[in-house]
């Protein structure tokens, strides 16, 4: 299995995002994380962001929506140049949810859901037909440098187990407190995607960090 990185542009100077952007040019995406304030008890980035971010790197941008009912704007962040938008199953209806994802697929983007910790493996279920990659929070959303929740592993094998069984092609991410340390317990488990913020953007060789990280 291909292990892919995300680094978290969370975790980047966001007053050189652009130069920060460029020093993971060796990942394999850039996880966008956006916050409105309202479904995490914080605020990051949005739309224009996005935008100005664009023109900046050949990766794709994998946009994780932390936001309340994010069928409002999932059209506005595949326009800004988002390639992948995930949606936590906890910020609206199914029927909204579902017809986000369509949304995206509209757009030509790849699109996925997210699991807070506290949701079960199966909130993702009624959606793993519709997505091109499903998300499990390793960390409880809405801030960067959090510690690693072990106990999410049993969840991702759950949710690879299911892929495979329906021969899906869809990939499996993990996102919070990613690091050296735990990056193979995800691995092990069945995720191809690794979420990492102060782990790339924390060390003094990002590219050789993010070979680490890949294995």
């Known amino acids: 299995m291909t292990i892919k990185i995300a680094p978290s542009i969370l975790s980047a100077d966001f007053a050189n995002l652009e130069r920060d952007v460029r020093r993971i040019a060796d990942a394999d995406y850039v996880h966008v994380d956006v916050?409105?304030?309202?479904?995490?008890?914080?605020?990051?980035?949005?739309?224009?962001?996005?935008?100005?971010?664009?023109?900046?790197?050949?990766?794709?941008?994998?946009?994780h929506l932390m936001i309340d009912r994010p069928v409002r704007y999932v059209e506005q962040f595949c326009d800004a140049g988002a390639d992948i938008v995930t949606c936590h199953v906890e910020a609206d209806s199914e029927a909204h949810t579902r017809e986000a994802l369509a949304k995206i697929h509209a757009?030509?983007?790849?699109?996925?859901?997210?699991?807070?910790?506290?949701?079960?493996?199966?909130?993702?279920?009624?959606?793993?037909?519709?997505?091109?990659?499903?998300?499990?929070?390793?960390?409880?959303?809405?801030?960067?440098?959090?510690?690693?929740?072990?106990?999410?592993?049993?969840?991702?094998?759950?949710?690879?187990?299911?892929?495979?069984?329906r021969g899906l092609p869809c990939e499996l991410e993990v996102d919070g407190g990613v690091a050296l340390g735990t990056r193979d317990a995800c691995v092990e488990a069945g995720a191809n995607v690794l979420v990492a913020g102060s782990a790339v953007y924390g060390a003094e060789d990002i590219p050789a960090r993010i070979r680490a990280l890949r294995g």
């Open 107 to 165: 757009r030509g983007k790849r699109a996925g859901v997210v699991l807070k910790p506290r949701t079960p493996a199966e909130a993702a279920l009624p959606f793993l037909d519709e997505c091109d990659i499903v998300l499990v929070m390793t960390v409880e959303p809405g801030f960067g440098g959090q510690s690693f929740m072990a106990d999410m592993m049993p969840k991702v094998a759950r949710l690879r187990e299911w892929i495979d069984g």
């Open 35 to 63: 916050m409105d304030g309202l479904f995490v008890p914080n605020i990051t980035i949005g739309i224009p962001v996005v935008r100005a971010l664009r023109p900046t790197t050949a990766l794709p941008l994998d946009v």
